[in-house]
RNA sequence: GGUUCGGUAGCUCAGCUGGAUAGAGCAUCAGCCUUCUAAGCUGAGGGCCAUUGGUUCGAAUCCAAUCCGAAUCACCA
C-alpha cells in the first residue's frame, strides 16, 4: 500500500473517531510537501474545517498530535502553516522500503487482473511512407500497450492495414503512367517511398489536368471530376472491387513493395503487433450487421436505396452506413471489425489510438455500436491524440510539407554520433556496439520527445531546430542510468551487508520517488498517458544527479553508507530502466 | 453556421477532480571537472496563466460571455 494511501487511512480513521462523523478519504487532499516547508506529506485541512466545526490550526494541532501517538511506526512529526497540516514520515518506512525493494524485478508493477484489451495502433496507408505523425501514433500506441501489462492487464496490440481503396489505386495508375516497369529494386529505393513518389504524380498529374480542363472552358467542379486520370482511377477500384486480375496482381505487387518498406521502418522503430488485419480482408464485415440492424429498426432505407442511422437526437447528423449500390462505407467494415476483435479475443476493452481529427468518425462508431446493442459497444474507447504540426501549420503531404520517419531517424542517430563522439567517451567500443548505442540514443531521444507531452493534445515540431540530447529528454535519463551502472561495475553490492540507519535528505528524495512508481504507472494506464511515465522518470534521473553531484557512493563516509547508497543506485537504475522501456527506451549500461 | 478541442516564461511543455510564493526543459547570464562518466550539478533573470465578469475563505484550475487558433460536420478512407 502506496504512503499516501497508509496516511489517507490513518487520517480518516483519525478524523472518523475525534469527531464521532464518518470521514472517508475523499473527504481530504493528500500532497506531497512542497520544498520549502518541513515534512514530506501535507494534509489540507480547509475543506475538513467545516464538518469539524475547527479553525486550522486547533484541527491541526489534534489532528498531528493524535496521529503521531496513534501511529508511531509511520509519523516523525508535524507542523501546521495556515491551512495545511505537514506531516514527517519516518525514516524507517524508506529504508525499509529500499531493504525489501531495491532488488526486485517486478518492483512497481501492479499485479495481473484478469482483463484483457486490445490496443489498435499504427494502422498505415499502403500508398505511401510513414511521417512524423505516424510516429507518434506508433510511439504511443506501443507505449500504453506496455503501460496496460505493467498494471496487470492481458494485451493484444493489433494493426489494421488500409491496404485497398482510392489512395491505392492512385499510386497504381501513376505508376502505369509513368514508371516505365520501375521497380523498388531497379531505382534502388525504399519500397514505401517508391509507392509514395506514384502517389505524388498521381497528384501532380491531377492538378495539370485539372487546369487543362479549365483552360478547355470546364467548370471546376467538373474539372475536377472529369480529369481522365481520376476516372481511371475510380475504373480501377471498380476492376479492383471485382477482381480483375491483372489489377489486383499489380494491387499486390505495390503493396508488397510498400510493405517490405513498412518492415524495415517498423523493425528500427520498435513497433510490433499481435495481430495485423488487411482492410482487404474486412472491408465486406458489418454488411449482415447492418442487415440485422435494419430488421431490429435501428437503420433505415431512403428511397434510393442506402441505408442510414438518425443520430440527429444525439446531437449528430443522419449517417449513411451502406451505400445505394450496397457496397460498405468506411464505417460500416469498423462495425464488422470491431465485432470481430470481440469475438477473436474476448476483449474488455477496445482501444483504438487515432488521431483527434477523427473523433466525429469513432464518436458514430460507439454510438452505433450502442444502439445495436453490441455487447461491446460500451468498451470501445478513442485514444484520440493530437496533431504534430510545423510551426507552419499541419503537415500536409500534397504539400511536401510531411517530415519523413526513416529521414527523421536517420537524423537522430546521425545526432547522438555526432555527440557521442565529440564527448569521446566510449572510444573503446567496437564498432557494432557503437551503431547500436546510436541508435539507442538517437531512437530514445526520439520516442521521449514525442511521448513526454500529453497526447490529447496537439504539438509543434520545429524540423529547424534539432531534438535535444540535453533537460528534459531521453538521454538525460539514458545518461543517468549509465553512470550508475559505471559505479556498479566497479563497487558490487554485498547482498547481506549491513546499511546505515540515518538518510540524508538527497537521499530520502530518491526514496520518496522511488515509492510513487506504481500509483504513476496506475495513473497512466487510467489515463492511457505515457508522458506520466516520462515525466516521473525525468524527475527520478534529476533528484538521483543532484544527489550524485553532492555525495560519493564508492568514498561514503562509512561502510553502511556506501551499502545504503549502492542499494539506492541499484534500486534508481532498476526503476529507470524499467520506466524508460515502458515508453519504448532502451537505457544502455555504457555511454 | 453547428459540434468538439485548445490559448500558461522568448520557444517547447507541466500544473486544470479548486489550496502554500504558478513549475520544468531549451535559450540567455553567472559559477562548478586533481574527486564514482560535466549528455551532469548549483544559482540568476524572465509571467496581467487570452480578455471581462461571476461562484468561493481561496480560481491558471469551476461557470458565463467575448476575442484568437485548430479539428470536424462527404454515397473519401
Known sequence: MSIVSQIQKATSKTLTLLYQQPFNENDFQVNQTKEEFVGDYTVVLFSLLKKTNQNPAALGETLGNTLLHKFPELFAGYNIIKGFLNLEIKDDYWLQLL??????????????????????????????????????????????????????????????????????????????????????????????????????????????????????????????????????????????????????????????????????????????????????????????????????????????????????????????????????????????????KYQEYKIDQSIYVIGDEQNYHMKVLKLIAQKLGEPYADNIFHLSYGMVELPSGKMKS????????????????????????????????????LATLYKTLGLGAMKFYLLRVDPKKKMVFNPEESIDFHGFTGPFVQYTHARIKSILRKEPLENDAPISADLLPLEKNILVILEQFNQVLVKAAKELNPSEIAIYVFNLAKSFNSFYSVHSITNAETIEKKQLRLRLAVMTAGVLKKGMNLLGIVVPERM
Request: glycine share 8%; aromatic share 10%; hydrophobic share 35%.
Open 99 to 340: 531493504k525489501t525493494q531495491y532488488n526486485n524485478v517486478c518492483y512497481g508493477l501492479s499485479p495481473k487482473n484478469g482483463q484483457r484489451i486490445m490496443v489498435e495502433y499504427s494502422s498505415p496507408n499502403t500508398n505511401k511512407p510513414l511521417h512524423l505523425g505516424h510516429l507518434r501514433n506508433n510511439f504511443l500506441g506501443w507505449s500504453v500497450a506496455e503501460i496496460l501489462k505493467a498494471d496487470g492487464y492481458e494485451v493484444f496490440k493489433s494493426c489494421i492495414v488500409n491496404d485497398r481503396g482510392v489512395h491505392i489505386c492512385k499510386s497504381m495508375i501513376a505508376w502505369q503512367l509513368f514508371a516505365n516497369g520501375a521497380t523498388p529494386e531497379s531505382t534502388g529505393t525504399k519500397g514505401d517511398h517508391f509507392v509514395g513518389e506514384y502517389y505524388v504524380k498521381f497528384n501532380e498529374e491531377y492538378k495539370k489536368q485539372i487546369k487543362e480542363g479549365l483552360a478547355a472552358g470546364l467548370d471546376e467542379k467538373t474539372a475536377e471530376k472529369e480529369a481522365p486520370i481520376l476516372k481511371a482511377t475510380q475504373q480501377m477500384l471498380q476492376d479492383w472491387e471485382v477482381g480483375k486480375p491483372a489489377v489486383m496482381q499489380l494491387w499486390e505487387t505495390m503493396n508488397n513493395w510498400v510493405y517490405s518498406g513498412f518492415d524495415v521502418t517498423y523493425q528500427r522503430i520498435g513497433s510490433d503487433f499481435d495481430k495485423t488485419y488487411y482492410e482487404s480482408n474486412t472491408y465486406l464485415l458489418g454488411k449482415d450487421i447492418v442487415q440485422q440492424g435494419l430488421e431490429k429498426g435501428v437503420f433505415f432505407r431512403k428511397e434510393d436505396g442506402s441505408v442510414w442511422i438518425d443520430l440527429t437526437a444525439n446531437g449528430l447528423d443522419e449517417k449513411i452506413v451502406l451505400r445505394k449500390d450496397g457496397t460498405s462505407v468506411y464505417i460500416t467494415q469498423d462495425i464488422g471489425l470491431a465485432q470481430q
Open 398 to 433: 500534397r504539400e511536401g510539407t510531411v517530415v519523413d520517419a526513416d529521414e527523421l531517424v536517420d537524423e537522430m542517430i546521425a545526432t547522438s554520433k555526432k555527440h557521442t563522439e565529440e564527448l569521446g567517451k566510449v572510444k573503446d567500443f567496437e564498432e557494432e556496439e
